[in-house]
T-cell receptor
């Protein structure tokens, strides 16, 4: 079982719609969860961090965390063509006594004008 | 200078060359990372340094040799690479266990 799982997509949504990106993780003791956006040929850019159950909103982005279900999601409201990118979920966990962040393989989002 | 910087941004090398990639972070972090990202593939973690100590080597071939002289600098020494090593090499830094911040990457082409 992969430690962090994401649907590779592509996820296609029309401009103005809500895009919903999902991520599941296997390590029950994970405490920190991150969403990154990566444009083609560029490096990943941190867009959200979430540490406790519930929702966290930042502009058009909302991260949702459910530790009991080991599930974290990212909602993008009023999707824009500029949101078209690959979104990476990352989860921290313990690795031989050191904290380690593990990335999912990413979901490609396409916002159709 | 802000964030995480990487040099060079682009590198073309032959299979017999020796070159080094450099990464520098200005964020006061205590962990640094090297990732490889091949075309249309996910991030592959290569090496992790926590407090200058290498804590992870994900079965990376010995033709890649990391060096972390201090908590702000990270190098990746390259020798006798193969064409399949052509990729985007990303450096990142973080406080241990926290969100990572990435540099712009080095686009490497091996001829």
């Amino acid at each position: 079982q992969k430690e962090v799982e994401q649907n590779s997509g592509p996820l296609s949504v029309p401009e103005g719609a809500i895009a919903s990106l999902n991520c599941t993780y296997s390590d029950r003791v994970s405490q920190s969860f991150f969403w990154y956006r990566q444009y083609s040929g560029k490096s990943p850019e941190l867009i959200m961090s979430i540490y406790s159950n519930g929702d966290k909103e930042d502009g058009r982005f909302t991260a949702q965390l459910n530790k009991a279900s080991q599930y974290v999601s990212l909602l993008i409201r009023d999707s824009q063509p500029s949101d078209s990118a690959t979104y990476l979920c990352a989860v921290n966990g313990d690795s031989g006594g050191y904290q380690k962040v593990t990335f999912g393989t990413g979901t490609k989002l396409q916002v159709i004008p | 200078e802000t964030g995480v910087t990487q040099t060079p941004r682009h590198l073309v090398m032959g299979m017999t060359n020796k070159k080094s990639l450099k990464c520098e972070q200005h964020l006061g972090h205590n962990a640094m990372y090297w990732y490889k990202q091949s075309a249309k593939k996910p991030l592959e973690l290569m090496f992790v340094y926590n407090f200058k100590e290498q804590t992870e080597n994900n079965s990376v071939p010995s033709r890649f040799s990391p060096e972390c002289p201090n908590s702000s600098h990270l190098f990746l020494h390259l020798h006798t690479l193969q064409p399949e090593d052509s990729a985007l090499y990303l450096c990142a830094s973080s406080q241990v266990g926290n969100e990572q911040f990435f540099g712009p990457g080095t686009r490497l082409t091996v001829l």
